[in-house]
């Protein structure tokens, strides 16, 4: 039986490269690479050689802040820079596919860790994953939830052995209920949409990523009341069916109340996963971001009535942040696939899909119809 001392260590140890001296280039500046990305790269000691944004006041501020000697004024400058073996984009998703077809053209990069979502849908997404193949490039994009401490933990009690069932059987019934106000960013407002893309995409994801591909989905949206530009997707909630018989239930409410306006509020976002088993539920810590709240994980199974609590002290925002960056170099030094690479990712962008067509539709949608097309 998995012990609670080995779930922290997978849950909290990251493989890294044995070399850490590939020189990373950086493209964006704002939070998520500022904030997120580069202190948890330092603090691993990865090679943080370049950077550059829009903004070239701003890149050298972010350059100094985290002791980057290279700031560029263009991101077509940085690329030009022959020593750059790897780059770390994190660029609004409308404008991805246009810098990795930059990227591309450098014989110089072996690696790209792009930003999810992997474009603006399902049709962008496959335009980059088959650049970056044609080209020779590994392509492996940050779906970073999958590094939060606690979903690794989950995944952990979902392995089998040979001979050996899982620590809580067979999966029966998953389900992520968020009640979170995120950050949206300036540029969401041309793209239309909100919620689904940017914040549902990390829970479908972590769906994927415990439990496999769903068979169908459906998908209902409602109007954020907060938010005051024109969108498709504000609250959404998701069921995912398997052929196995697992149900799995999302719910995404970025509007909670209205505590932003003058309630008492109720944040935070709980998992559950119920298995023949055994049973496993938690917290994700990021909704009290910028405080350093530990996701948690707490579980029980056939055999002991007790509930069993590991503890740790990483959280996701940014400590989690290593993890996409270090599947790739990992990948770049062993010559294998990042297990975030880009072709799988493809599966993760179609279930997003799946999302609009299922609730525009008002249907539940088989994956297949958007892999296929």
Request: aromatic share 6%.
């Given at each position: 039986m998995l012990s609670p001392q080995r779930l922290i260590e997978a849950a909290c140890n990251v493989p890294l490269p044995q070399d850490a001296t590939i020189k990373i280039g950086c493209i964006g500046t704002g939070f998520i690479?500022?904030?997120c990305h580069l202190p948890a790269y330092r603090a691993a000691n990865l090679n943080l050689y370049a950077i550059a944004g829009r903004n070239l006041e701003r890149t050298q501020q972010v350059a100094a802040r985290h002791e980057i000697p290279n700031a560029y004024k263009s991101y077509e400058s940085l690329l030009d820079d022959p020593n750059i073996e790897?780059?770390?984009?994190?660029?609004p998703p409308d404008v991805q596919l246009s810098v990795?077809?930059?990227v591309v053209q450098r014989p110089h990069v072996k690696g790209i860790l792009a930003q999810k979502p992997l474009?603006?849908?399902l049709a962008e997404a496959r335009q980059i994953v088959e650049c970056c193949e044609q080209s020779g490039i590994t392509l492996a994009v940050n779906q970073n939830m999958r590094f939060d401490q606690s979903v690794r933990a989950a995944k952990q009690l979902l392995v089998e052995k040979p001979n050996e069932q899982s620590v809580i059987g067979k999966p029966v019934l998953g389900t992520i209920d968020m009640r979170a106000i995120p950050h949206w960013m300036p540029w969401q407002q041309r793209q239309g949409w909100l919620t689904c893309r940017i914040m549902s995409i990390h829970h479908l994801d972590?769906?994927?990523?415990w439990f496999g591909d769903p068979?169908?989905?459906?998908?209902?949206f409602a109007k954020d009341p907060r938010t005051t530009f024109d969108h498709l997707d504000g609250i959404g909630l998701y069921i995912l069916e398997y052929e196995s018989g697992l149900r799995?239930?999302?719910c995404d409410d970025v509007w909670t109340g209205p505590c932003r306006e003058g309630s008492g509020g109720d944040l935070g976002i709980r998992w559950r996963i119920e298995g023949t088993q055994g049973l496993a539920k938690g917290t994700i810590g990021w909704p009290s971001y910028p405080d350093r709240t530990p996701s948690t994980i707490t579980y029980t199974?056939?055999?002991s009535e007790n509930w069993i609590q590991p503890h740790w002290n990483q959280v996701w925002f940014p400590d989690a942040f290593i993890g996409p960056m270090a599947d790739l170099l990992v990948a770049l030094e062993t010559g294998g696939t990042p297990s975030l690479n880009g072709r799988d990712n493809l599966k993760t962008m179609a279930l997003v899909d799946a999302c609009y067509l299922s609730a525009q539709q008002q249907r539940s949608v088989a994956i297949s119809e958007l892999l296929s097309g």
């Open positions: 690479m500022a904030d790897v780059v770390d984009i994190a660029v990795i077809k930059e474009g603006v849908n972590t769906m994927r990523y068979t169908r989905v459906y998908a209902s799995c239930q999302i199974h056939v055999g």
